[in-house]
T-cell receptor, first 115, second 113 residues
Protein backbone atom coordinates (compact mmCIF):
# COMPACT_ATOMS: atom_id res chain seq x y z
CA UNK A 1 0.00 0.00 0.00
CA UNK A 2 3.06 2.21 0.33
CA UNK A 3 4.07 1.72 -3.27
CA UNK A 4 4.16 4.44 -5.89
CA UNK A 5 4.13 3.11 -9.45
CA UNK A 6 5.78 5.21 -12.15
CA UNK A 7 5.69 4.96 -15.93
CA UNK A 8 7.22 4.94 -18.45
CA UNK A 9 10.63 3.63 -17.47
CA UNK A 10 12.24 5.62 -20.27
CA UNK A 11 11.05 8.38 -22.56
CA UNK A 12 12.55 9.99 -25.65
CA UNK A 13 11.13 13.24 -26.99
CA UNK A 14 12.19 15.78 -29.55
CA UNK A 15 13.29 19.25 -28.52
CA UNK A 16 10.22 21.43 -28.12
CA UNK A 17 7.92 18.49 -27.47
CA UNK A 18 5.89 17.64 -24.38
CA UNK A 19 7.19 15.05 -21.91
CA UNK A 20 4.59 13.28 -19.77
CA UNK A 21 5.41 11.00 -16.84
CA UNK A 22 2.71 9.25 -14.86
CA UNK A 23 2.48 7.95 -11.31
CA UNK A 24 -0.16 6.05 -9.36
CA UNK A 25 -0.51 5.40 -5.66
CA UNK A 26 -2.66 3.31 -3.36
CA UNK A 27 -2.36 4.88 0.08
CA UNK A 28 -4.99 7.60 0.40
CA UNK A 29 -3.18 8.94 3.48
CA UNK A 30 -0.45 10.42 1.28
CA UNK A 31 -0.73 14.19 1.51
CA UNK A 32 2.29 15.52 -0.36
CA UNK A 33 3.43 14.61 -3.86
CA UNK A 34 6.79 15.96 -5.05
CA UNK A 35 8.70 15.37 -8.25
CA UNK A 36 12.47 15.14 -8.15
CA UNK A 37 14.99 15.53 -10.98
CA UNK A 38 18.30 13.69 -10.84
CA UNK A 39 21.29 14.20 -13.09
CA UNK A 40 24.09 11.59 -13.26
CA UNK A 41 26.41 11.88 -10.30
CA UNK A 42 24.06 14.17 -8.41
CA UNK A 43 21.45 13.73 -5.74
CA UNK A 44 17.75 14.21 -6.52
CA UNK A 45 16.63 17.84 -6.59
CA UNK A 46 13.08 18.97 -5.85
CA UNK A 47 11.41 20.16 -9.05
CA UNK A 48 7.79 20.81 -8.14
CA UNK A 49 5.28 19.48 -5.61
CA UNK A 50 1.55 19.38 -5.05
CA UNK A 51 -0.95 18.66 -2.29
CA UNK A 52 -4.08 16.57 -2.96
CA UNK A 53 -6.46 19.50 -2.48
CA UNK A 54 -5.19 21.04 -5.73
CA UNK A 55 -5.78 19.53 -9.18
CA UNK A 56 -2.97 21.30 -10.99
CA UNK A 57 0.19 23.24 -10.23
CA UNK A 58 2.37 24.98 -12.76
CA UNK A 59 5.88 26.34 -12.38
CA UNK A 60 7.41 27.58 -15.59
CA UNK A 61 7.51 24.74 -18.10
CA UNK A 62 6.66 22.12 -15.45
CA UNK A 63 3.09 21.20 -14.51
CA UNK A 64 1.73 18.60 -12.11
CA UNK A 65 -1.76 17.29 -12.79
CA UNK A 66 -3.40 15.53 -9.86
CA UNK A 67 -6.44 13.23 -9.98
CA UNK A 68 -7.42 12.38 -6.42
CA UNK A 69 -10.29 10.04 -7.31
CA UNK A 70 -8.07 8.01 -9.65
CA UNK A 71 -5.12 8.21 -7.25
CA UNK A 72 -2.88 9.33 -10.08
CA UNK A 73 -0.64 12.28 -10.75
CA UNK A 74 1.55 13.25 -13.64
CA UNK A 75 4.37 15.59 -14.60
CA UNK A 76 4.17 17.50 -17.86
CA UNK A 77 7.27 19.20 -19.24
CA UNK A 78 6.35 21.68 -21.93
CA UNK A 79 8.80 22.77 -24.63
CA UNK A 80 11.23 20.05 -23.56
CA UNK A 81 14.91 20.97 -23.88
CA UNK A 82 18.07 18.82 -24.11
CA UNK A 83 19.03 20.19 -20.69
CA UNK A 84 15.93 18.48 -19.27
CA UNK A 85 17.51 15.10 -20.01
CA UNK A 86 17.67 13.46 -16.59
CA UNK A 87 15.95 10.86 -14.44
CA UNK A 88 12.67 11.98 -12.92
CA UNK A 89 11.17 10.49 -9.79
CA UNK A 90 7.69 10.96 -8.42
CA UNK A 91 7.25 10.56 -4.70
CA UNK A 92 4.61 10.66 -2.02
CA UNK A 93 4.64 11.09 1.73
CA UNK A 94 2.45 11.21 4.80
CA UNK A 95 2.76 13.98 7.35
CA UNK A 96 2.46 12.69 10.91
CA UNK A 97 2.94 14.98 13.86
CA UNK A 98 6.23 14.34 15.59
CA UNK A 99 7.32 11.72 13.11
CA UNK A 100 9.49 11.73 10.05
CA UNK A 101 8.08 12.69 6.70
CA UNK A 102 9.28 9.69 4.74
CA UNK A 103 9.28 9.94 0.99
CA UNK A 104 8.15 6.89 -0.99
CA UNK A 105 9.67 7.16 -4.45
CA UNK A 106 8.60 5.75 -7.78
CA UNK A 107 11.09 3.73 -9.80
CA UNK A 108 12.11 6.64 -12.01
CA UNK A 109 11.82 7.70 -15.65
CA UNK A 110 14.90 8.35 -17.74
CA UNK A 111 14.06 11.24 -20.04
CA UNK A 112 16.13 11.95 -23.14
CA UNK A 113 15.38 15.08 -25.14
CA UNK A 114 16.85 14.97 -28.62
CA UNK A 115 18.25 18.21 -30.07
CA UNK B 1 25.74 28.54 0.56
CA UNK B 2 27.04 25.03 1.09
CA UNK B 3 24.52 22.34 0.33
CA UNK B 4 24.35 18.91 1.90
CA UNK B 5 27.83 17.43 1.89
CA UNK B 6 28.55 13.72 2.03
CA UNK B 7 31.74 11.74 2.39
CA UNK B 8 33.28 9.67 1.04
CA UNK B 9 31.97 10.07 -2.51
CA UNK B 10 33.02 6.57 -3.54
CA UNK B 11 34.22 3.55 -1.64
CA UNK B 12 34.77 -0.13 -2.20
CA UNK B 13 34.39 -2.73 0.53
CA UNK B 14 34.33 -6.50 0.68
CA UNK B 15 31.59 -8.69 2.07
CA UNK B 16 31.48 -8.80 5.85
CA UNK B 17 33.21 -5.47 6.33
CA UNK B 18 31.81 -2.41 8.05
CA UNK B 19 31.26 1.02 6.53
CA UNK B 20 30.62 4.49 7.93
CA UNK B 21 29.16 7.23 5.77
CA UNK B 22 29.04 10.85 6.83
CA UNK B 23 26.71 13.74 6.15
CA UNK B 24 26.72 17.45 6.96
CA UNK B 25 23.34 19.14 6.56
CA UNK B 26 22.64 22.61 5.27
CA UNK B 27 23.38 25.22 7.90
CA UNK B 28 20.27 25.73 10.02
CA UNK B 29 18.74 22.39 9.12
CA UNK B 30 18.18 20.17 12.14
CA UNK B 31 16.86 17.02 10.48
CA UNK B 32 18.82 14.48 8.47
CA UNK B 33 17.38 11.57 6.52
CA UNK B 34 19.18 8.68 4.85
CA UNK B 35 18.04 6.94 1.68
CA UNK B 36 19.44 3.98 -0.26
CA UNK B 37 19.28 4.14 -4.05
CA UNK B 38 20.04 0.88 -5.82
CA UNK B 39 21.01 1.30 -9.46
CA UNK B 40 17.96 1.78 -11.64
CA UNK B 41 15.56 2.27 -8.74
CA UNK B 42 14.15 5.12 -6.72
CA UNK B 43 15.60 6.03 -3.33
CA UNK B 44 14.33 4.04 -0.38
CA UNK B 45 13.98 5.54 3.11
CA UNK B 46 16.35 4.19 5.77
CA UNK B 47 16.34 6.62 8.73
CA UNK B 48 15.44 10.10 9.85
CA UNK B 49 17.04 11.91 12.76
CA UNK B 50 15.94 15.15 14.35
CA UNK B 51 17.64 16.79 17.30
CA UNK B 52 19.80 13.67 17.72
CA UNK B 53 16.76 11.40 18.08
CA UNK B 54 15.61 8.76 15.63
CA UNK B 55 12.24 9.86 14.27
CA UNK B 56 11.70 7.22 11.62
CA UNK B 57 13.10 3.94 10.37
CA UNK B 58 12.46 2.21 7.07
CA UNK B 59 12.36 -1.49 6.36
CA UNK B 60 16.07 -2.21 6.71
CA UNK B 61 17.83 -4.85 8.84
CA UNK B 62 19.54 -4.07 12.14
CA UNK B 63 22.88 -4.10 10.34
CA UNK B 64 22.00 -0.52 9.45
CA UNK B 65 22.33 2.10 12.16
CA UNK B 66 22.77 5.83 12.32
CA UNK B 67 23.27 8.68 14.70
CA UNK B 68 23.15 12.45 14.72
CA UNK B 69 25.64 14.67 16.48
CA UNK B 70 25.11 17.94 18.40
CA UNK B 71 26.17 19.90 15.31
CA UNK B 72 23.38 18.06 13.37
CA UNK B 73 25.80 16.11 11.19
CA UNK B 74 25.08 12.43 10.88
CA UNK B 75 26.68 9.05 10.32
CA UNK B 76 25.20 5.97 8.70
CA UNK B 77 26.81 2.69 9.68
CA UNK B 78 26.36 -0.63 7.93
CA UNK B 79 27.79 -3.81 9.46
CA UNK B 80 28.44 -7.21 7.89
CA UNK B 81 28.19 -5.86 4.36
CA UNK B 82 26.42 -7.92 1.74
CA UNK B 83 26.70 -7.67 -2.03
CA UNK B 84 23.16 -6.31 -2.07
CA UNK B 85 24.23 -3.30 -0.01
CA UNK B 86 25.95 -1.90 -3.09
CA UNK B 87 24.11 1.34 -3.77
CA UNK B 88 24.18 5.10 -3.70
CA UNK B 89 23.51 6.28 -0.16
CA UNK B 90 21.84 9.65 -0.09
CA UNK B 91 21.61 12.04 2.80
CA UNK B 92 18.92 14.71 2.83
CA UNK B 93 18.47 17.58 5.23
CA UNK B 94 15.40 19.57 6.18
CA UNK B 95 14.63 22.29 8.66
CA UNK B 96 12.62 20.02 10.91
CA UNK B 97 11.30 16.47 11.00
CA UNK B 98 7.97 17.28 9.37
CA UNK B 99 9.28 19.58 6.67
CA UNK B 100 8.11 18.87 3.15
CA UNK B 101 11.24 20.04 1.38
CA UNK B 102 14.21 17.71 1.49
CA UNK B 103 17.54 18.78 0.04
CA UNK B 104 19.68 15.86 -1.03
CA UNK B 105 23.42 15.55 -1.17
CA UNK B 106 25.24 13.95 -4.10
CA UNK B 107 25.54 10.68 -2.23
CA UNK B 108 28.16 8.12 -1.33
CA UNK B 109 28.57 5.34 -3.89
CA UNK B 110 29.26 2.06 -2.07
CA UNK B 111 30.43 -1.00 -3.95
CA UNK B 112 30.61 -4.29 -2.07
CA UNK B 113 32.76 -7.00 -3.67
Amino acid sequence: QQQVKQSPQSLIVQKGGISIINCAYENTAFDYFPWYQQFPGKGPALLIAIRPDVSEKKEGRFTISFNKSAKQFSLHIMDSQPGDSATYFCAASIGTSGSARQLTFGSGTQLTVLP
Amino acid sequence: DAGVTQSPTHLIKTRGQHVTLRCSPISGHKSVSWYQQVLGQGPQFIFQYYEKEERGRGNFPDRFSARQFPNYSSELNVNALLLGDSALYLCASSQDSGANVLTFGAGSRLTVL
